[in-house]
């Protein structure tokens, strides 16, 4: 097994394009083309989650944290971020981080804290913008399917949680080829009538060169009739945390020792804002800036970490925050990245870390 198509179905689950702009996801030491010996799955990549992977004889290393944020100058080992990077190189370990683009899809690290809350039905709690587009591509009509295929194949027609979406209007395209053109159908200088398709696809803004790439390879004619469009539809898929409604409500004292027990933790929290508590906002890591987003969504509740003191004040009794603290908020996320490469690599070896890498203690 290549190292290169374990990355593939991760990106498949989690594209790197939908990574915040201050990010560095995506193979950060390593090779695509090297084999894997097996997967070491952790929050953090450091020194002593590298040490790990040696000793196990893995040489894949795929964290939710990229350890390098931004440039590099200097590999004299001075910083704890230099020497992982160089005890990797050293040791022909790769480092694969998979971040924000996990936290940005449905199903990536919030979808794991609702289903250890017993949320089954949850949402997007701030859907990304800008992220859909249209295709409209003009098609003779025995050319429809292949077309249709090739489009859904590169991520084209995927609306929420169907694929292969699509709307066909049938009519009449014409064209005269001049000069120099050499046209599929018909002939040069005399005008053409062709029974075509009109086929429409959602497409996620992210994908969209595939798209193009892929349809002008299954298309028929020398120059392909298409337009893109841009639609205001939000991403109901792609976006930062989740919310949903918990089964049965709970008092707010029930609530809180339920999501203490879950993440095993110290919560900081501020006054409930309901007796009951029933819909539930979370957002793994640093979420304060999704405040506005869990209180509009109606949430009783928001579930996140990294709160400063007058941050705090911001639920202004509308909400009741709760901080689990980053790393607790995160800590399923291990089980979610070695579960999805399990169930894809079924008789591939996946290791979950055995070094907390969790910085903060409690006293
Ligand atoms: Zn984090």
Redesign the pocket.
């Known amino acids: 097994m290549r190292i290169g198509q374990i990355i593939e179905a991760l990106e498949q689950w989690a594209p790197p394009a939908l990574q915040e702009s201050y990010d560095n996801s995506g193979l950060i030491v390593g090779n695509t083309n090297w084999e894997s010996t097996g997967v070491l799955v952790a929050?953090d990549c450091l020194e002593s989650v590298v040490d790990e992977a040696i000793a196990k004889n893995i040489n894949l290393i795929v964290a939710?944290?990229p350890i390098v944020f931004s440039g590099l100058k200097r590999f004299n080992g001075r910083s704890y971020i230099e020497r992982v990077v160089m005890k990797a190189i050293k040791h022909d370990v790769a480092i694969y981080a998979i971040h924000t683009n996990l936290d940005n899809v449905l199903w990536g690290v919030n979808a794991k804290v609702m289903e250890v809350l017993g949320i089954n039905n949850h949402a997007i709690l701030s859907p990304l913008k800008d992220a859909l587009k249209k295709f409209e591509v003009y098609v003779p009509k025995e050319h429809v399917e292949a077309l249709e295929q090739a489009i859904f194949e590169a991520g084209g027609g995927k609306v929420s949680a169907y694929e292969e979406c699509s709307f066909r209007t049938d009519g009449t395209g014409s064209f005269k080829g001049t000069d120099g053109t050499q046209p599929v159908i018909g002939e040069v200088g005399k005008r053409e009538f062709v029974e075509e398709a009109k086929l429409e696809f959602i497409v996620p803004s992210y994908a969209a060169s595939a798209v193009e790439r892929a349809a002008r390879a299954a298309h028929p004619y020398e120059e392909m009739a298409y337009h893109w469009l841009a639609v205001g539809n939000a991403a109901t898929h792609f976006g930062a945390g989740a919310v949903g409604d918990l089964p049965q409500e709970l008092s707010f004292e029930d609530f809180l020792k339920k999501v203490k027990s879950a993440f095993d933790t110290t919560i900081r929290y501020t006054a409930p804002a309901v007796d009951m508590v029933k819909k539930v906002a979370v957002c793994?890591?640093?979420g304060s800036f999704l405040l506005g987003a869990a209180m509009a969504s109606g949430a009783d509740v928001f579930i996140t970490a990294d709160y400063k003191y007058h941050q705090f004040l911001d639920a202004d009794g509308k909400i009741s925050i709760l901080d689990v603290g980053?790393f607790e908020s995160?800590q399923f996320t291990i089980d979610l990245i070695a579960d999805f490469i399990e169930k894809n690599f079924p008789k591939f070896a996946v290791l979950k870390t055995e070094v907390n890498t969790n910085p903060i203690q409690y006293y």
């Open positions: 929050l939710h944290h793994g890591g640093s980053h995160e």
